[in-house]
């Protein structure tokens, strides 16, 4: 079937305004992962969605940063009042169980001017 | 913070096994070791992984010591393609990637 799917690919916003950015996992796949990855630099974990169960939002970086799973599936992670230090490819992973291998989408590359 | 410790970098001649190792010395008695790896701005693409024994597929080999404090992963005849970000991740639930080590295969 269809792998995990992100949208938009890239996003261009202005300083201030707030971005939503989506992430289609693998039907069936339970675990939802979101990372950034700044340029250069290696993945930085973010949020972690399991089943019906509490998120774990540990690596989120400010409150500026929020994400929600519905129904189990579609993730939505939004940054509100973006900053320019907010710019990196956004990428999310699902995976059929916690543990198992994650496969991951092609990202969203978020630029903020 | 990621489990794991990898060389920043290395280098390996087109053709040749490419080995690249990973310490993981707090490794647990169920934690797995998983290899990904990152090829440009691409996302991560899952490698291989085990628990105890040595496994192979048709991309890798992973050598995996016998007390699971380390393990090596095996690129048996590098090419151009290989040249990427490898990150070598153990968990069950831990999702933390470290900075991988750059392998670069050269002609």
């Known amino acids: 079937g269809a792998g995990v799917s992100q949208s938009p690919s890239n996003k261009v916003t202005e300083k201030g305004k707030d971005v939503e950015l989506r992430c289609d996992p693998i039907?069936?796949?339970?675990?939802l992962y979101w990372y950034r990855q700044s340029l250069g630099q290696g993945l930085e974990f973010l949020i972690y969605?399991?089943?019906?169960?509490?998120?774990?939002k540990s690596g989120l970086p400010s409150d500026r940063f929020s994400a929600e799973r519905t129904g189990g599936s579609v993730s939505t992670l939004t940054i509100q009042r973006t900053q320019q230090e907010d710019s990196a490819v956004y990428l999310c992973a699902s995976s059929s169980l916690p543990g198992d291998t994650q496969y991951f989408g092609p990202g969203t590359r978020l630029t903020v001017l | 913070d990621a489990k794991t410790t990898q060389p920043t970098s290395m280098d390996c001649a087109e053709g040749r096994a490419a080995n690249l190792p990973c310490n993981h010395s707090?490794?647990?008695?169920?934690?797995?070791v998983y290899w990904y790896r990152q090829i440009h701005s691409q996302g991560p693409q899952y490698i291989i992984h085990g628990l105890k024994n040595n496994e192979t597929n048709e991309m890798a080999s992973l050598i995996i010591t016998e007390d699971r404090k380390s393990s090596t992963l095996i690129l048996p005849h590098a090419t151009l393609r290989d040249s990427a970000v490898y990150y070598c991740?153990?968990?069950?639930?831990?999702?933390?990637f470290g900075a991988g080590t750059r392998l670069t295969v050269k002609p």
């Open positions: 969605f399991q089943g019906n169960s509490a998120p774990d």
């Open positions: 991740i153990v968990r069950i639930n831990d999702m933390r």
């Open positions: 707090t490794i647990s008695g169920n934690e797995y």
């Open positions: 039907s069936g796949h339970t675990a």
